[in-house]
């Protein structure tokens, strides 16, 4: 028998909180949405690190270290891979959960019988619902979050017969993705794949939309594919053995429904039926048509439909009228290309030449006001077919107040010519804010391209000898004898070219910085002379006795580990500490991940200024690559790959064929895969055991033979994972 406990009074966690409590040695989060309280065997996700180094898309967030996502305006998760739910129910004002009766340990025959009965309970509790006469409303919330343990599903959704047109009529739809296929959609029966179901009174199960689409597409099924969705589960709707409709249940994972779910549903089915036809749902469908209708206009987003870039707009709604400046008569008589700068015009038609009703393009773009100010958009586009005429559906999203908070968050993410929001870049900012105002040397140590030179620029731009020169020395660029004429001069007849005195580096930055690079290619004799400079603030020109007095900075670089050069005798010691007053480490690319897709944006930004190539971003499968490749040549590869896809690029979007051939061919195996992170066992394990899962169809226990370890050992790894 299940047992339900008392764990909080509702007034204990406010709408968009959380509270944790401990069951059984165990820490359980109780999250209210503000709509309804769910619970889950984790605390706070938000715990594992800062949301700041999210990757934020709207209102969404995604966390890089455990793949995450939370809805910012109530900051709860939107995705919760790897949970457990626990039963939760109200009782008046009191949250009570259900726990399992006492078991031996990993008794899978306990487990099961206390899973069913939780089951049974939430069958029976929405139920119950409808026979104590709560509204469809209520029933509609509490089946899509109350049977997410008996039938695991993302998508709920119940559509009814308009006895009018004899359509089927969606009316109610909730989903964790974002909705396309909305509540007015209808779509005639006859001949369609559900009239054998509303006829027979049969459930129906798809197991893999995309199979579905491919053979037989429809705009059900297409829209169902760009939400996200892979199968289904229907079950008809009849009252007297007339059908009404019907309700069904939709998940992100093909394959993920079954007869057992069919069974455990049927009762449900019936119930609601009676539920509707009580409140007359179907007498309303004639309202629902006509908000469909009207959803045009009560849409949050700004939408026209026109035949093309160059022909007048059939229609548009409300917000694109304001969001333009333009009545509605006004823009019925404009096209696109009267709104668009020319520059803009040529972008967005190279960018929608393969529009087509299969795969919407989503671009961005500015369209001028009737103000003449320039509004910044982003457009998704799909073509749309009605009485055998195609037109170009288009659902805009102003950019302003995200352009504005970008802004912000690049000045945030930024100093000077760096860039990066990693905990080890931002640590490395503080600290030349720190060190900039004085007078102390810094060495810089890292590998090649991690960014070495713009610190010390930034170090110089931040300090009180901004005004003055920064000069920069590479000292792997020349022989011994030469360097140290660049560096301190010569005067003439110092040695056989020095047919006139020059002053070196030390006195064309005296005053300012000077950036020694690759320091550790010194001489011994060179290294020597240095060490003067920077504890007596003076040296010699080659060729000449007079002592010259400096006011120089010294920054030094190297991708050597100096320690090691001092073992082996190449450099000195007492240098060496003169140097290392502030040392500074930059982390390699593959330390710092979630740095990459800004790095990109910045590269993309700049050699789009510099090429005037109408490139904005990068394809899903071109950023994948981008973000999994180890970056050997560090933040410098990452520029010079940018710059190889804009040489090869014609179109608006960076995609995977124009990187290049040895990044792409370097994504081979998961051995090779995990070489690349900084622990590789750990990696290889991770991804096997996942894959094993995936390829199992989510089953642990068949992942977990194959794997040839217990379910107990399984479950441990992948909460490691």
Request: glycine share 6%.
């Amino acid at each position: 028998m299940v047992k339900w406990i008392n764990v909080a009074k509702t007034s204990a966690v406010e709408p968009g909180q959380n509270i944790v409590i401990k069951l059984d040695n165990e820490d359980i989060a109780i999250f209210n949405t503000g709509t309804e309280f769910y619970a889950i065997n984790n605390t706070c996700p938000h715990q594992g690190g800062p949301l700041n180094e999210g990757t934020l898309a709207g209102e969404v967030i995604t966390c890089p270290w455990h793949g995450w996502q939370y809805n910012l305006k109530n900051g709860c998760p939107i995705t919760t891979p790897n949970l457990r739910t626990y039963p939760l129910r109200l009782d008046e004002d009191t949250l009570q959960i259900a726990i399992p009766p006492e078991a031996p340990a990993n008794n899978q025959l306990e487990d099961t019988v206390f899973n069913r009965a939780v089951e049974t309970d939430q069958v029976y509790g929405i139920l119950e619902q409808i026979q104590l006469g709560k509204t469809l409303d209520e029933v509609f919330e509490n089946i899509y979050a109350g049977l997410q343990n008996v039938v695991p599903h993302n998508r709920l959704g119940i559509a009814l017969i308009d006895e009018s047109s004899g359509d089927l009529v969606q009316c109610k739809t909730k989903s964790n993705r974002k909705i396309l296929l909305d509540n007015g959609f209808s779509a005639k029966i006859k001949g369609s794949s559900l009239e054998p179901i509303l006829n027979s009174g049969e459930a129906r199960i798809i197991d893999n939309f995309k199979e579905i689409l491919a053979r037989r597409p429809t705009n059900w099924t297409r829209l169902m594919v760009q939400e996200g969705m892979r199968s289904n589960l229907t079950l008809p709707l009849k009252v007297q053995g007339k059908p009404i409709g019907v309700v069904f249940f939709t998940s992100e994972k093909p394959r993920a429904f079954s007869e057992v779910h069919i069974r455990r549903l049927k009762p449900i089915a019936g119930q609601l039926s009676i539920l509707i036809e009580k409140g007359d749902w179907t007498d309303k469908l004639a309202e629902s048509n006509k908000r469909y209708r009207t959803l045009f206009e009560m849409s949050n987003d700004a939408i026209f439909i026109c035949p093309s870039l160059t022909e007048m707009f059939v229609t548009v709604n409300e917000n694109f009228c304001a969001w333009l400046g333009y009545t509605h008569q006004e823009l019925v008589n404009l096209s696109l290309r009267d709104l668009m700068p020319p520059d803009e015009f040529q972008n967005t038609r190279d960018t929608l030449k393969g529009l087509d009703q299969q795969n919407p393009i989503t671009f961005q773009t500015e369209l001028s006001c009737k103000n003449k100010n320039r509004l910044p958009l982003e457009i998704r586009a799909i073509r749309i077919t009605h009485d055998e005429r195609e037109f170009i559906q288009g659902f805009a999203r102003d950019l302003s107040e995200i352009k504005a908070l970008s802004a912000q968050l690049k000045e945030h993410h930024s100093f000077g010519n760096l860039i990066g929001k990693n905990r080890k870049m931002q640590e490395i900012f503080e600290l030349i804010r720190l060190v900039a105002p004085m007078k102390t040397t810094v060495l810089i140590q890292g590998e090649s391209g991690t960014g070495k030179e713009p610190i010390a620029h930034a170090i110089h731009d931040n300090s009180e000898r901004a005004k003055k020169p920064f000069i920069r020395v590479n000292c792997a660029g020349l022989v011994d004898n030469l360097l140290e004429s660049e560096l301190f001069g010569h005067v003439k007849g110092a040695f056989t070219d020095a047919i006139a005195t020059r002053e070196g580096r030390f006195a064309a930055a005296d005053g300012g910085t000077l950036f020694l690079d690759e320091i550790g290619e010194l001489s011994l004799g060179t290294q020597a002379k240095l060490l003067r400079v920077l504890q007596e603030g003076e040296y010699e020109m080659v060729g000449s006795t007079e002592t010259k007095k400096v006011d120089v900075r010294v920054i030094a670089a190297t991708n050597r580990i100096l320690k090691t050069e001092i073992d082996a005798g190449h450099f000195r010691e007492d240098l060496y500490y003169r140097l290392n007053v502030v040392p500074i480490t930059p982390p390699p690319l593959r330390e710092r991940r979630d740095d990459i897709p800004r790095l990109i944006e910045h590269f993309i930004e700049k050699f789009s200024q510099q090429t005037q190539k109408p490139i904005h971003r990068t394809s899903p499968d071109a950023l994948e690559i981008l973000m999994d490749y180890a970056y050997p040549g560090n933040v410098r590869e990452l520029e010079n790959i940018i710059e190889h896809a804009f040489v090869k690029c014609q179109g608006g979007s960076i995609e995977k064929q124009h990187l290049p051939l040895d990044l792409i061919s370097s994504r081979d195996d998961i051995v090779t895969q995990a070489l690349r992170e900084s622990n590789p066992l750990a990696a290889l394990e991770s991804e096997l055991v996942q894959r094993v899962l995936e390829e199992s169809d989510g089953k642990p226990q068949l992942a977990a033979q194959r794997l040839g370890i217990s379910r107990t050992t399984l479950w441990r790894k992948l909460k490691a994972v």
